[in-house]
T-cell receptor, first 110, second 112 residues
Framework: ELKVEQNPLFLSMQEGKNYTIYCNYS?????LYWYRQDPGKSLESLFV?????AVKQEGRLMASLDTKARLSTLHITAAVHDLSATYFC??????????FGTGTRLKVLA | DTGVSQDPRHKITKRGQNVTFRCDPI?????LYWYRQTLGQGPEFLTY????????KSRLLSDRFSAERPKGSFSTLEIQRTEQGDSAMYLC??????????FGPGTRLTVT
């Protein structure tokens, strides 16, 4: 059974600093998704990673996928307050349902 | 393409009442999914439709829950005899085949 773990669960960082969120999954998965969720809101799609070695960047966020290590990372560069949110990764086992991690609650301090 | 829509956005109900939620997927999408998200957790899969056929139900979906997609377009999720533990955000998503799932705004249920 596919399981997805994220760490850290909570992250408090200063503006301007860099940090990485890690997403590990337990069985083979060729597709990995990153979402952002603001309090009380739905999921906003950030990145879709479809193959080993995939790297995507949007603004201050960069995501990568290593299917051999069963690891995806979300790197934050020079954090700003607007990035404060909860970030989820989700793995697709090749069937039809996404398995989500527990989320990383990010707070960027001014 | 107006995205996935859900109605209502918020529902407050008393324990023991029945509630029904509606999801309208992106028009050409043949697959529709329901997830439940409780506070502080990631979304959990509940059930999935391909066209009008319900192909799997999670063990999270007790007998009090029923979902339909009668004409392969919109879907409804009904909860009978609601319990406080049913309080959650109910998310609907749709996809075209095995492509990326697009999530709706969610229905937040509060059972008092």
């Amino acid at each position: 059974e596919l399981k997805v773990e994220q760490n850290p669960l909570f992250l408090s960082m200063q503006e301007g600093k860099n940090y990485t969120i890690y997403c590990n999954y337990s069985t083979t998965s060729d597709r990995l998704y990153w979402y952002r969720q603001d309090p009380g809101k739905s999921l906003e799609s950030l990145f879709v990673l479809l193959s080993n070695g995939a790297v995507k960047q949007e603004g201050r966020l960069m995501a990568s996928l290593d299917t051999k290590a069963r690891l995806s990372t979300l790197h934050i560069t020079a954090a700003v307050h607007d990035l404060s949110a909860t970030y989820f990764c989700a793995a697709d086992s090749g069937t039809y349902k996404y398995i989500f991690g527990t989320g990383t609650r990010l707070k960027v301090l001014a | 393409d107006t995205g996935v829509s859900q109605d209502p956005r918020h529902k407050i109900t008393k324990r023991g009442q029945n509630v029904t939620f509606r999801c309208d997927p992106i028009s050409e999408h043949n697959r529709l999914y329901w997830y439940r998200q409780t506070l502080g957790q990631g979304p959990e899969f509940l059930t999935y439709f391909q066209n009008e056929a319900q192909l799997e139900k999670s063990r999270l979906l007790s007998d009090r829950f029923s979902a339909e997609r009668p004409k392969g377009s919109f879907s409804t999720l009904e909860i009978q005899r609601t319990e406080q533990g049913d309080s959650a955000m109910y998310l609907c998503a749709s996809s075209l085949g095995f492509s990326e799932q697009y999530f709706g705004p969610g229905t937040r249920l509060t059972v008092t």
